[in-house]
């Protein structure tokens, strides 16, 4: 079992940038592949990316893919997400999320057994 932490989110302009962070309990965590999901109040989570629990393998989002970059430090227990040339649709909850079951991770939020608690993310235009 893991248990996650996000950090990070906050108020920031349109073009701007932010450093997610998802703090992992537990030493399970180098073998989870791990991602990332976001919330729109009234609308379902959606995918943002993915990373394998080598961190040798990512997949992103079309919306967000060039812009954003997933990694993770299996020796510090964290996963990060490195958010620029940030879009006000880009506003959202951002949670992380453990998958134990595939070693380079799926885009089913349904694949993830574990969730962070989630941090707000702002971009003003």
């Known amino acids: 079992q893991v248990q996650l932490v996000e950090s990070g989110g906050g108020l920031v302009q349109a073009g701007g940038s932010l450093r997610l962070s998802c703090a992992a309990s537990?030493?399970?965590?180098?073998?989870?592949?791990m991602g990332w999901f976001r919330q729109v109040p009234g609308k379902e989570r959606e995918f943002v990316a993915v990373?394998?629990?080598?961190?040798?393998?990512?997949y992103y989002a079309s919306s967000v893919k060039g812009r954003f970059t997933i990694s993770r430090d299996n020796t510090k227990n964290m996963l990060y997400l490195q958010m620029n040339s940030l879009k006000p649709e880009d506003t959202a909850v951002y949670y992380c999320?453990?998958?134990?079951?595939?070693?380079?991770?799926?885009?089913?939020?349904?694949?993830?057994?574990?969730w962070g608690q989630g941090t707000q993310v702002t971009v003003s235009s």
């Open positions: 999320a453990a998958d134990p079951w595939h070693d380079y991770g799926v885009t089913d939020e349904g694949g993830f057994d574990y």
């Open positions: 537990g030493r399970a965590f180098s073998s989870y592949a």
């Open positions: 990373i394998s629990w080598s961190g040798g393998s990512t």
